[in-house]
C-alpha cells in the first residue's frame, strides 16, 4: 500500500525551529517531486515548497523563503523541512505529497500531487 508518514510537528515557541520528515512506504520516492503544504484553521491548503526528483530545484513559498529548507534523501526514501524562525502565522497542519508532473519555478500547487500524508501539527503561539 502506498503511504506517506509526516512527523516531527509539535508546539515550539516563536522564533524556534523544527524538522518536519516526510516517509514513504510501499512506494519508492526516487521519480516523484514532493511537495509540502499547510492548512491553518478556517484557510484552505497552500504550498509551501516542494523538491523536485533529483533534489536539483527546489521552490518556496514567498512567506518561507529565507527560514524553510527543504531536502530530501532518496535513500532513505525521505524528504525532510527545516522549518527556523518560525512564527505564529506558521500555525497549521502540515502534509507532504508526493507527484510526477509537477511544474516547478513555483510554490507547489495541490491539484498536481497524486499521494497525501495524514499532516502532523505545528503549533507556534502568539
Known amino acids: 500500500q502506498l503511504q506517506l508518514v509526516e512527523s516531527g510537528g509539535g508546539l515550539v515557541q516563536p522564533g524556534g525551529s523544527l524538522r518536519l520528515t516526510c516517509a514513504a512506504s510501499?512506494?519508492?520516492?526516487?521519480?516523484?517531486?514532493i511537495g509540502w503544504f499547510r492548512q491553518a484553521p478556517g484557510k484552505e491548503r497552500e504550498g509551501v515548497s516542494c523538491?523536485?526528483?533529483?533534489?536539483?530545484?527546489?521552490n518556496y513559498a514567498d512567506s518561507v523563503k529565507g527560514r524553510f529548507t527543504i531536502s530530501r534523501d532518496n535513500a532513505k526514501n525521505t524528504v525532510y523541512l527545516q522549518m527556523n524562525s518560525l512564527k505564529p502565522e506558521d500555525t497549521a497542519v502540515y502534509y507532504c505529497?508526493?507527484?510526477?508532473?509537477?511544474?516547478?519555478?513555483?510554490?507547489?500547487?495541490?491539484?498536481?500531487?497524486?499521494?497525501w500524508g495524514q499532516g502532523t501539527q505545528v503549533t507556534v503561539p502568539s
Open positions: 505529497a508526493a507527484g510526477k508532473v509537477i511544474t516547478l519555478g513555483i510554490a507547489p500547487m495541490e491539484s498536481e500531487y497524486d499521494y
Open positions: 510501499g512506494f519508492t520516492l526516487d521519480y516523484y517531486t
Open positions: 523538491i523536485s526528483s533529483s533534489g536539483g530545484t527546489r
